[in-house]
């Protein structure tokens, strides 16, 4: 190619990695939001509805939905001030939004058979049921390696798991599951069946109390392959501290319910649960949340997202369209910005209906743009992995963990094993050999070709073992080459953004119920 051509390229692709990186900069990883809680009285649902309100009920400045949503968008406006004309009042009436006051009944662990019941916001009458609502919770665990563990360092907080309590609250009927699946799972593009929504599962309820109640930096355990996100609805009970704080890519998103804020409302989050959050330090009162998991369902009433409207479609239509342009043909590689639940056997099934935020976006752009598109895992190799020596005339290879002499892989018949049996199945040292050949090929070629890497490429997710020593520690890329043996190609990939979520990726087991 002559140097003008290359330059050219050069630059397209540059372009194009920062439009990818701009998306990524643009995309919600959390949605949150605050709804007042009013004594009982007939829904404001549809505009009939209406007339059966008393005025008061109507015009409270309070009784209007608040949302915040992470990273940039604020929709704690009260849209209802703003409004002027009467079409629009009359609209807001209709979607002003209350919650009836939060009724929590369960069993006691402390008194067998008995079972109590309180009320948020919780009057002084009550106070004593609230007293044995935070006596029958039980110290909270976390997920660690595979394993439920306590560690009061890591997470103080108690718990009352889903079995043994109910309420009254429903976030479905307040919108919350709505307003959460249209930011965390936006319907794809075109009609597939891949085409989703978000359904939310009650988890437990929790208690974060002062002096020390937290639950430092983690990232949810995925409670099935179908799960993107996690929803925390905070109940009215004023305390201090206890923020939620997520993070995602370097940035940061704080849900602060301190203070008068929770005195009479629900405060909730809803976020994609791979991103790493932290409760901080209650350092007054108690903070009351109930979790639910959000899972992607194959149903959804949405309308669907044109993908040819969206700015980044158009960008990667013209750059790529440009003459020359990748005309000997290259793979054009995206670092997914979330991770992915990876344990299940058949999780690869749940892609790419269960692609996230900026991932979704990237992926259906390139496939509007008819090029082929396909999820893969990789692991970057270095060539470091794939290192060769000579010994009393005996060639040896190291592939990724172990060291074997050539030869014998070479020539033998590929229906044999090894004497020594710690060796592989030979037909695979011998295409790990015919890999080795190319990868120093690629590798060769790369070489001054900016952002040309080559990569080891699994055909589909394989499912990652859970080892005695937890996936964060048992876990090594040797490992999972060895796992993706057959199934692996290595390819010179043209990279439009740094890697993601490497380390997130490979601790992200899906936990299979
Ligand atoms: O209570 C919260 O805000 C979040 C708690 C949390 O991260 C969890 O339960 O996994
Ligand atoms: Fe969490």
């Not at 392959?225 to 704080?254: A, D, F, M, N, Y």
Request: net charge negative.
């Amino acid at each position: 190619m002559s140097s003008l051509a290359e330059t050219a390229e050069r630059q397209i692709f540059k372009q194009l990695s920062e439009f990818v990186e701009a998306e990524s900069k643009r995309s919600v990883y959390a949605i949150g939001g605050t709804i007042p809680i009013t004594s009982p009285s007939p829904h404001p649902i549809c505009k009939s509805d209406e007339t059966v309100l008393k005025n008061d009920e109507l015009s409270s400045p309070s009784a209007t939905e608040t949302n915040t949503l992470g990273e940039g968008i604020d929709l704690t406006k009260d849209d209802s001030k703003t409004c002027t004309t009467e079409a629009v009042k009359d609209l807001s009436a209709i979607h002003n939004l209350r919650c009836d006051p939060v009724i929590i009944r369960w069993d006691s662990s402390a008194n067998p058979n008995a079972s109590y019941k309180v009320t948020f916001p919780c009057n002084d009458a009550e106070q004593p049921n609230f007293e044995q609502l935070l006596k029958d919770c039980q110290p909270a665990t976390f997920g660690k390696g595979g394993k439920d563990v306590l560690d009061e360092s890591y997470r103080k907080a108690g718990k009352l798991d889903e079995t043994a309590f109910c309420s009254n609250f429903n976030p479905y009927a307040l919108g919350i599951v709505d307003t959460a699946g249209q930011i965390l799972a936006p319907t794809n593009c075109r009609q597939t069946s891949g085409t989703h929504g978000v359904r939310a599962e009650l988890y437990k309820l929790n208690v974060y109390s002062s002096p020390s109640g937290k639950f430092k930096a983690h990232v949810d355990t995925p409670r099935s392959k179908h799960q993107i996100g996690s929803l925390v609805v905070c109940l009215p009970s004023v305390h201090e501290g206890g923020q939620l704080v997520l993070r995602h890519q370097g940035r940061e998103t704080v849900f602060d319910w301190s203070g008068d804020k929770g005195k009479n409302a629900i405060q909730w989050a809803a976020f994609y649960s791979d991103c790493e959050h932290e409760v901080l330090e209650v350092t007054a009162g108690h903070r009351l949340t109930l979790t639910y998991n959000l899972y992607a369902t194959c149903w959804a009433n949405n309308a669907f997202v044109d993908s040819e409207a969206l700015e980044l479609y158009q960008t990667l239509k013209s750059l790529l369209s440009e003459p020359g342009f990748c005309k000997n043909g290259k793979i054009i590689g995206y670092n997914c910005a979330h991770a992915y639940p990876h344990s299940a056997d058949d999780a690869s099934s749940m892609l790419p209906a269960t692609l996230k935020g900026v991932d979704k976006i990237v992926y259906e752009c390139f496939l509007a743009t008819k090029l082929e598109v396909v999820l893969r895992p990789c692991i970057d190799f270095e060539l470091e992995e794939f290192r060769e020596y000579e010994e009393e005339n005996i060639r040896y290879a190291w592939y990724t963990d172990k060291w074997g002499p050539i030869e014998d892989w070479e020539d033998r018949d590929p229906n044999t094993t090894l004497p020594d049996e710690s060796h592989y199945f030979l037909k695979q040292r011998q295409n790990l050999l015919k890999r080795f050949a190319l990868f120093k090929q690629l590798d060769k070629e790369s070489k001054g070709n900016d952002g040309l890497k080559v990569v080891a490429l699994g055909s589909r997710l394989i499912p990652l073992q859970i080892t005695d020593m937890g996936l964060d520690e048992g876990a090594s890329e040797a490992e999972l080459a060895r796992e993706w043996d057959e199934n692996i190609s290595i390819k010179a990939v043209k990279w439009l953004n740094a890697g993601g979520h490497r380390q997130a990726a490979l601790v992200h087991g899906a936990v299979s119920i």
